[in-house]
């Protein structure tokens, strides 16, 4: 082997070594790989909850399994987790209320604020409610989650 050939192989062991040494020293966060969000639904009420969600157009505002529509920008509240944050007795009054604006204020403009979905059937509003009550968020993330809620509730960014 010439001088120049072992440099170079000397060079790919060094590097070689230098990886499997800092993966082997790499300790991995509790949690940081695991996904916080659940849900509790049955296959049946998570498929008619979904059918009423996209009939609706919650998407156009808020993310549900961390899908959005791009297009907006409005900072509603995600719905992931949300079933840890609120009863389903809650949810079901706050989507039958018909001004929502009455049970949580917003500080959005008027034509981004909640409908009132006090004109959906009684059926629709349960089974959204029910599925709603159903996401729900592992116990590390829980306060997370809330602080991620409080700050599209009110645009302040409590970690500063």
């Not at 920008?73 to 995600?78: E, K, N, R």
């Not at 981004?112 to 059926?123: D, H, I, V």
Request: charged content about 25%; hydrophobic content about 35%.
């Amino acid at each position: 082997m010439k001088g120049g050939e072992k440099f170079v192989l000397a060079v790919v062991g060094g590097l070689l070594v230098f990886g499997v040494v800092r993966t082997s020293m790499h300790v991995e966060e509790p949690h940081e790989s695991d996904i916080p969000y659940y849900s509790t639904a049955s296959s049946d009420l998570a498929r008619r909850a979904t059918d009423i969600y996209r009939a609706n157009t919650c998407r156009s505002c808020h993310s549900l399994w961390s899908m959005k529509d791009v297009m907006q920008s409005v900072p509603a509240p995600m719905l992931d987790g949300i079933g840890s944050l609120r009863t389903e007795a809650w949810l079901y009054e706050y989507l039958s209320s018909p001004n929502p604006q009455s049970i949580i204020p917003t500080r959005l403009k008027k034509k981004y604020q909640m409908p009132s979905f006090a004109g959906m059937s009684e059926e629709d509003r349960k089974t959204l409610a029910s599925y709603l009550a159903s996401l729900k968020v592992k116990d590390w993330y829980l306060e997370q989650t809330k602080k991620e809620e409080q700050e599209k509730l009110t645009g302040v960014d409590s970690s500063k």
